[in-house]
């Protein structure tokens, strides 16, 4: 035989084994798994709720409510985290930090407050075309005498106040979801204070 040399294994009874014990044993395995008294529930599948993702959590994914607590942890000691009361029942809940979920909130306000000065700006600048061409107009002088400048003026006129009105009434609008929710982070805050003082 040369250097590399290979041989079989002897068929011997050491390295017999018997396959069919196996797959019996197995078989038995499966069916004491199935014939089981235990019934293991499974574990509920809640929807995720995106309003519990960004910024302050108020409901959990459970549908419960979002908890503030303090961590005690030797990493972390004296962190407040939102979390829910039923944390405990090894279901997915809702686990932010205090601060994170502040910082996002206020990112949010800000981002939503530049939007609407965008908005203030274009529509000043709107303002200011309008005006420009009403003054173009008022300054033509028309070979109609019979009061067709005034006419279109008033017509532009018009158009703009009902733009301006419009755009009003949505910056309104706007403004308003901002004051509610600017009023609720600060309800809450004043919550979490009391919450603090009282421990």
Same mark, same amino acid.
């Given at each position: 035989?040369?250097?590399?040399?290979?041989?079989?294994?002897?068929?011997?009874?050491? %390295?017999?084994? @018997? $396959?069919?014990?196996?797959?019996?044993?197995?078989?038995?395995?499966?069916s004491?798994?199935? @014939?089981s008294?235990?019934? $293991?529930?499974?574990?509920?599948?809640?929807?995720?709720?995106? %309003?519990?993702?960004?910024?302050?959590?108020? $409901?959990? %994914?459970?549908?419960?409510?979002? +908890? #503030?607590?303090?961590? %005690?942890?030797?990493k972390?000691?004296? /962190? /407040?985290?939102?979390?829910?009361g039923?944390?405990? *029942?090894? *279901?997915?809940? &809702?686990?932010?930090?205090?601060?994170?979920? +502040?910082?996002?909130?206020? /990112?949010?306000?800000?981002r939503?407050? /530049?939007?609407?000065? *965008?908005?203030?700006?274009?529509?000043? !600048?709107?303002? +200011?075309? +309008? !005006?420009?061409? &009403?003054?173009?107009?008022?300054?033509?002088?028309?070979?109609?005498?019979n009061?067709?400048?005034?006419? &279109?003026?008033?017509?532009?006129? &018009? #158009?703009?106040?009902?733009?301006?009105?419009?755009?009003?009434?949505?910056?309104?609008?706007?403004?308003?979801?901002?004051?509610?929710?600017?009023?609720?982070?600060?309800?809450?805050f004043?919550r979490?204070?009391?919450?603090?003082?009282?421990?």
């Amino acid at each position: 035989m040369g250097r590399y040399s290979y041989s079989q294994p002897s068929s011997s009874e050491e %390295y017999d084994i @018997d $396959i069919t014990s196996l797959l019996q044993a197995e078989a038995d395995l499966y069916s004491d798994e199935a @014939d089981s008294r235990h019934n $293991i529930a499974e574990p509920v599948q809640y929807l995720p709720q995106f %309003y519990s993702d960004d910024g302050i959590p108020k $409901i959990c %994914y459970c549908g419960g409510e979002a +908890v #503030v607590e303090t961590s %005690y942890t030797s990493k972390d000691p004296g /962190r /407040r985290y939102f979390t829910c009361g039923n944390a405990d *029942d090894g *279901d997915c809940h &809702v686990w932010k930090w205090w601060d994170v979920a +502040v910082m996002e909130e206020l /990112r949010d306000y800000q981002r939503q407050l /530049r939007e609407v000065k *965008d908005q203030a700006n274009e529509s000043d !600048e709107k303002l +200011v075309k +309008v !005006e420009q061409i &009403v003054g173009e107009l008022a300054k033509k002088k028309t070979a109609i005498a019979n009061g067709y400048p005034l006419l &279109v003026c008033v017509l532009l006129s &018009v #158009v703009f106040l009902l733009c301006m009105v419009v755009m009003f009434k949505w910056a309104a609008e706007k403004e308003n979801v901002l004051t509610e929710s600017m009023e609720e982070l600060q309800e809450e805050f004043q919550r979490m204070k009391m919450r603090l003082t009282n421990l």
